[in-house]
């Protein structure tokens, strides 16, 4: 398309308006943290240089010959830097050595718990031996009365009371003491590593990860043996059941070898039941499809919105089935709504950095819309890193004077790293230089790559338990559309990858006002719109307290935050009615205190419901009189094909 074609950019008026004064900060009464004291320096700091991304010094040669040997270990370690687990492990003894105090705790606790386990074993054997006498002598005396079975429930006076264990099954010998020891276990992983004086922070959450890693592994309910649910069902069944297992798990192992995703996913077409919303594609180049959307309304708002989604997986995470499906709800709210459609990278794309997805992304659909709604200001939404894509590239927008934004929502979207959650547990020089490494040599970084660092934070969720339904129960999980959107997963080009985790999870750039676009460093508080940002209680990718940080970056007169129930993806897919789901929500305006996110938990009431009517009429309100629908596509931008086009199917 030619660059003659688009609209320009409305400029900013000559004369800018005063920035917002800055509150005082006691550095001192932040964490010792070099990203929380920067993240809060005043506007008028000068910033610092963007932090440079590691890369191996000396020839070409050298550097390739150090990513290979790099990139063979982690096939060796299944992608993680062992490294980085073995030095926490080893501070963890060394500290708690040095700990006389510490230690003796520890050891009175193992001989607690030792001890309880060692009683319980008592009882549950005494009560089993009375309980067979008992049958004996019934069936030696011929009595017609059943004996029941003895009965001692492992959560009978235990420190941890392990939900997995509550079945009744559970309370008979011998797996009441199986169930028991298990629980014991679990209770001194929790306190192995508290307390433990000079032990480094983020060792001890490496330490407490790899133990809670195997107590999941480990829990008798994960085997046949050990799990008298399954026993009873095998015998019930006559061993059906691990028969139709034994076929899940062949039909898996084939799936994975073709590349093929979960079953059931395929009742789920893209196009048909889900990414259905009718409309047509309108611009497309070599990264994105942009998607204009059919208006179902006599008239619609006049400022048009405009979706950037998460290239992480595909778009129609906000259209999957018409009862759930965010942008056909828009739809039907008059809202002229677009969509960003990523392409799915492949090797060949391997060069395609931030400034790319900035470019080709965010502002080539920007132009779009503005050419199809002219003389309309766009409310931009950003979900998940599509939301982090979207608050750079608006900031980059404003340093130049381009007002073509009107608002910002923000969904489940970091701009402070400083407080990544669970996912720091794989962020560290070694573990991205090792990433990084494999990256380069296969040009991107596959989904199944990067999923199994998500099942690796729930693994009882994620790991052990769908594994025992399937292949011990014979039972395959209830597909639904979330579930096959999930499966259905994307790659990432690896110098976007690489310059996404070094510049924002590692060195935090874009809160500490280093983060360059096109060379040029920006800054979140030159973003003066109206922004609506939204957390999720529940999100281990982006916990809501770090989104919540936002507050302090944008300089915006109008920021409302809003909490959801939920998690990362099933809480911001929660439909316009949702009985389940509540949220709280809260405006601050410019010169109002800022609260810490735990003051602002408790003076914000819960509200029942979903979020979506909430935020809706927060956007209707930045939308302008009703118009006209416009056109689908405009001379500039003509319709290319019908939604939901061709990127979204590439595989």
């Known amino acids: ?140 005396a011929e009595a017609p009365t059943a004996i029941p079975a003895a009965s001692l429930s492992p959560h009978e006076d235990a420190v941890v009371a392990d939900k997995r264990y509550a079945d009744p099954a559970w309370a008979q010998y011998p797996f009441n003491l199986l169930a028991r020891a298990h629980q014991n276990f679990t209770a001194y992983a929790r306190e192995a590593t508290r307390d433990v004086p000079g032990l480094d922070p983020k060792n001890r959450e490496l330490v407490d990860f790899s133990l809670r890693l195997m107590g999941d592994a480990t829990s008798p309910a994960n085997y046949l043996g050990t799990n008298p649910q399954l026993l009873a069902q095998t015998v019930a069944e006559n061993g059906a059941n691990l028969q139709r297992g034994w076929q899940n798990l062949l039909e898996d192992m084939d799936r994975q070898q073709k590349g093929l995703p979960a079953a059931g996913t395929e009742q789920f077409k893209v196009g048909e039941q889900v990414a259905c919303t009718p409309g047509q594609v309108v611009y ?109 590239g608006a900031a980059a927008l404003a340093a130049r004077g381009d007002q073509r934004i009107g608002s910002l929502s923000l969904f489940a979207a970091q701009t402070d790293f400083s407080e990544p959650g669970e996912l720091s547990l794989f962020i560290s020089p070694g573990q991205l230089a090792m990433l990084d490494a494999q990256m380069y040599r296969q040009g991107v970084l596959e989904s199944s790559q990067m999923g199994g660092a998500f099942q690796l934070l729930r693994p009882q969720d994620l790991i052990f338990q769908p594994a025992v339904n399937a292949y011990l129960k014979g039972q395959r999980d209830g597909m639904v559309d979330l579930m096959a959107w999930n499966a259905d997963g994307t790659r990432m080009p690896w110098k976007m990858h690489s310059e996404y985790l070094h510049r924002l999870y590692l060195h935090n750039e874009l809160a500490t006002h280093r983060f360059p676009v096109a060379g040029k460093t920006v800054t979140l508080n030159d973003v003066r719109v109206p922004a609506f940002v939204v957390g999720t209680e529940t999100d281990h990718v ?56 735990d003051e602002w938990m408790k003076t914000v009431e819960k509200q029942p419901g979903s979020w979506w009517p909430t935020w809706e009429a927060w956007l209707a309100a930045q939308g302008g009189p009703m118009v006209q629908p416009p056109k689908m596509g405009s001379a500039a931008y003509p319709v290319v094909c019908p939604a939901p086009g061709t990127y979204v199917l590439q595989r």
């Open 284 to 392: 497309r180049n070599a990264l994105i499809e942009l998607i204009q959307y059919s208006p179902t309304t006599p008239q619609v708002h006049r400022a048009p919105v405009l979706i950037v989604p998460a290239w992480i997986m595909k778009y129609y995470v906000l259209d999957l089935s018409a009862k759930n499906s965010l942008v056909r709800w828009l739809v039907a709210q008059g809202h002229t709504v677009f969509c960003v459609s990523w392409k799915n990278p492949t090797p060949e794309d391997r060069h395609l950095g931030m400034d790319d997805y900035v470019k080709l992304g965010l502002e080539a659909a920007l132009d779009a819309v503005c050419s199809i709604v002219p003389e309309a200001p766009v409310q931009a939404v950003g979900y998940c890193i599509g939301g982090t894509l979207l608050a750079i």
């Open 1 to 140: 398309m030619a660059e003659a074609s688009r609209p320009k950019p409305r400029k900013a008026p000559a004369k800018k308006r005063a920035a917002k004064a800055t509150p005082a900060v006691d550095l001192l009464d932040l964490p010792a943290t070099g990203v929380d004291r920067m993240s809060v320096l005043p506007e008028r700091a000068a910033p610092l240089p963007p932090a440079t991304i590691a890369t191996p010094q000396g020839s070409s040669s050298d550097a390739d010959a150090d990513r290979l040997a790099r990139a063979a270990a982690a096939q060796l370690s299944g992608g993680l830097d062992t490294s980085v687990f073995t030095n926490a492990w080893a501070d963890y003894w060394t500290k708690l050595m040095g700990s006389p105090a510490r230690q003796a705790a520890l050891a009175q606790q193992v001989v607690q718990l030792a001890t309880d386990t060692l009683a319980f074993a008592q009882r549950a054997a005494a009560q089993a031996t009375e309980a067979m006498q008992a049958a004996q002598a019934a069936q030696d």
């Open 542 to 597: 982006a916990p809501w307290k770090g989104v919540y940080k936002v507050d302090r970056l944008l300089g915006s007169d109008s920021i409302t935050f809003l909490l959801t129930s939920g998690g990362h993806n099933a809480g911001i897919v929660s439909g316009p009615v949702h009985p389940k789901r509540h949220h709280r929500v809260r405006e601050r305006k410019a010169g109002e205190p800022q609260l810490t996110p």
